[in-house]
Structure formats: C-alpha cells, structure tokens
C-alpha cells in the first residue's frame, strides 16, 4: 500500500492491549444482567467496535449501527472541512432502547457536538444510562462540554491521523495501526 508520509502513533499492538483493557472495564460497569445496546457510528468506528465487542464478556449484548453527518453544509476554512454542528441522522438504529443501557462506540471525540446528540438522542428513548466509548478522544478541540466515560487513548496535541478505521478522503480506513500524516 502506497501511504503518504505518516508515522505510528498507536501501534495493533498498542490497540489491542488497551481494547482489551477497555472491554474488561465496560464488562465490569455494566454487569446488572440489563441488556447492553452497542451502538456503532459509522464509518469510522467500525474496526474499533468489532475489536471491542469480543472483550465485553455478556450475553446481554446487542449491535447496532447508527450514520450520522456533521460536515453537511460545512465550511471550506485553509482547506479543511471544518463540521457546521448540525447533527442529521442519515440512518437510525432498528434496537429499541427503552429500559436499557447504551454503549455508543465512536472513533474520535473531538468538537463534542456527535456526543452530545447521541446522549440526548438516547435518553429521549428512555435507555438507562448512556455510556460513550472512544477510541480517540481529542480535548483540544471541544466545542461542546461532553464527558466521555471510556477512553481508549487521547491525543494530546492536534494531528492529522488515519488507519484503523480513521480516513483521509475514505482512504486507509483499512490500516490496522494508527499513523499521523506528516509535511516537511
């Protein structure tokens, strides 16, 4: 594969070592016997979910997928598409939540403005609790004040990353580590 100039950030092995520590951790938090309705957000969560899903240790757990959009309408600003805050949900779950937990699996956090609409989504649905699961959470960057309850790692200054399910224009989705693209 052909990849522009990057460096690893987080390696698989890196990965799977904190994924599994993370499953261990939402094992124990949610162990009431009260369905676990995991909800991914697609695209860029996919590979971190299906990694996640194999640590949580209950047979309460049910998948499902929810597609959202935040650059609709968004602003060109040195280049970059940079996210209006307008949630529109492009495809909805088929799971009732109703009387039972949500775990809302995302790639990265960063405006905050995805978080805030999936937690008030859900609990408008009566779920239990909601539980956001991140696989990068990026602080610096919040424009909403969210708390997000599991984090697998956090970026502490701002960079352009790609692979394990992050992209650049769709592209290296597919990596099974996570680089930072680099310019010099």
């Known amino acids: ?7 690893v950030v987080f390696s698989a092995e890196e ?8 499953g261990a951790q939402i094992t124990a938090d949610l162990n009431d016997g009260k369905p676990i309705v995991c909800v991914c957000v697609l695209r860029g969560a996919v590979l971190f979910f299906a990694d996640l899903m194999k640590y949580i240790d209950s047979d309460q ?5 929810v597609t959202l959009c935040s650059y609709e309408n968004a602003l060109a600003v040195g280049g970059n598409m ?5 949630i529109k949900l492009i495809q909805d ?16 956090v960063d405006s905050g403005n995805t978080v805030a609409y999936l937690r008030q989504y859900f ?25 997000v309850d ?5 970026l502490e200054r701002p960079a352009y990353i790609i692979g394990y399910g992050l992209d650049d224009d769709q592209k290296y989705r597919n990596l099974n580590a996570i680089y930072e693209m680099v310019t010099d």
């Open 93 to 108: 779950m088929r799971e009732s939540v109703e009387g039972k937990h949500v775990l809302v699996v995302e790639d990265i």
């Open 15 to 22: 990965l799977n070592a904190r994924i599994k520590e993370l």
């Open 150 to 154: 599991y984090v697998a790692f956090t």
């Open 123 to 147: 609990e408008n649905k009566n779920a239990i609790d909601v539980k956001i699961a991140c696989l990068l959470d990026k602080p610096m960057t919040r424009k909403v004040p969210v708390d």
């Open 61 to 65: 757990v049910v998948f499902d997928f």
């Open 82 to 86: 940079q996210t209006t805050g307008k």
């Open 1 to 7: 594969m052909n990849l522009p100039k990057s460096k």
